[in-house]
Antibody, heavy 123, light 107 residues
Framework: QLQLQESGPGLVKPSETLSLTCSVS??????????WGWIRQPPGMGLEWIGS???????HYNPSLKGRLTMSRDTSKNEFSLKLQSVTAADTAIYYC???????????????WGLGTLVTVSS | DIRMTQSPSSLSASVGDRVTITCQAS??????LSWYQQKPGAAPELLIY???TLQAGVPSRFSGRGSGKRFILTINSLQTSDIGTYYC?????????FGGGTKVEIK
């Protein structure tokens, strides 16, 4: 059974870089049948897709993040990561990592999800 | 970006009731739609993909239908374990976007 676990600092200062890692267990990231993604949820609010990365290393980002985002993956460690630069209070959220199937060459739905990790941006 | 609009934003129903949640896309997304359930304090879980395909392990009281711009999630015979917030998500193109959510409570 595939499981995902987010890790990283729970508190980041404004203007600094938020870095999170998602560790995958119970399955391999080497499969070309899946993509790996990040989604976030500000406290009490809805869900926002952050970005997705594929086994090839190709990634797609939400344009709303305006060039602040970098995603990477390390298939030898079975983990993928995100770095979000120049954070503000608006980046305070629960960050989830998830996997999804690639259908007709495209990103699709998310299943399963990690438990999520709360990141607060504050000085 | 494709805008996903859910209605209602919240509802209260009795155990055993039939509940329907609507998701409207701002443009035609064929059947590229998924539904999630998020229980309080937990991560979202996939219920339905391709508008009407039930994810393995999801109770059969959940069903989805629709295509194009209008989609419906139905819970037949609401149970106390169904409380939470429900989200739709399109995957017709990028960026992926979610609906604003529908909070379901027990009356």
């Amino acid at each position: 059974q595939l499981q995902l676990q987010e890790s990283g600092p729970g508190l980041v200062k404004p203007s600094e870089t938020l870095s999170l890692t998602c560790s995958v267990s119970g399955g391999s990231m080497r499969s070309s049948s899946y993509f790996w993604g990040w989604i976030r949820q500000p406290p009490g609010m809805g869900l926002e897709w952050i970005g997705s990365i594929y086994h090839s290393g190709t990634s797609h980002y939400n344009p709303s993040l305006k060039g602040r985002l970098t995603m990477s993956r390390d298939t030898s460690k079975n983990e993928f990561s995100l770095k979000l630069q120049s954070v503000t209070a608006a980046d305070t959220a629960i960050y989830y990592c998830a996997r999804g199937p690639i259908e007709v060459g495209a990103t699709t739905w998310f299943d399963p999800w990690g438990l999520g990790t709360l990141v607060t941006v504050s000085s | 970006d494709i805008r996903m609009t859910q209605s209602p934003s919240s509802l209260s129903a009795s155990v055993g009731d039939r509940v329907t949640i609507t998701c409207q896309a701002s443009q035609d997304i064929a059947k590229y739609l998924s539904w999630y359930q998020q229980k309080p304090g937990a991560a979202p879980e996939l219920l339905i993909y391709a508008a009407s395909t039930l994810q393995a392990g999801v109770p059969s009281r959940f069903s989805g239908r629709g295509s194009g711009k209008r989609f419906i999630l139905t819970i037949n015979s609401l149970q106390t374990s169904d409380i939470g917030t429900y989200y739709c998500q399109h995957y017709d193109n990028l960026p992926l976007t979610f609906g604003g959510g529908t909070k379901v409570e027990i009356k």
